[in-house]
Nanobody
């Protein structure tokens, strides 16, 4: 199986910073794209940022210039550095990973799409 563990959420004042982490573990052959999504109360889940295996990134217009997504391919971990946070950034943040699983014998397994459990980010005004 594959597990995604998120950390780093919390309560911060407007203008502050937080850094989220998402660590993948388990039977993983390779990880393709990794992304952060968020869902505010009463709203649909939306893409925040995405990073490919080669390091190409893309951001939602609302966070571009304030948030930075990165990944450590050795540690199978993704990060989201969030600066100049605004109250409208308040949401539950989820990591998403597109990966190839590893078979018990170490070979290439099926492709899978996995979600973290979510971490709350609250920005007070």
């Amino acid at each position: 199986q594959v597990q995604l563990v998120e950390s780093g959420g919390g309560l911060v004042q407007a203008g502050g910073s937080l850094r989220l982490s998402c660590a993948a573990s388990g039977r993983i052959f390779s990880i393709n794209a990794m992304g952060w999504y968020r869902q505010a109360p009463g709203k649909q889940r939306e893409l925040v940022a995405i990073i490919t295996k080669s390091g190409s990134t893309n951001y939602a217009d609302s966070v571009r210039g304030r948030f930075t997504i990165s990944r450590d391919n050795v540690k199978d971990t993704m990060y989201l550095q969030m600066n100049n946070l605004k109250p409208e950034d308040t949401a539950v943040y989820y990591c998403n990973v597109d990966l190839l699983r590893r078979t018990p014998l170490g070979g290439l397994g099926p492709r899978g799409d996995y979600w973290g459990q979510g971490t709350q980010v609250t920005v007070s005004s």
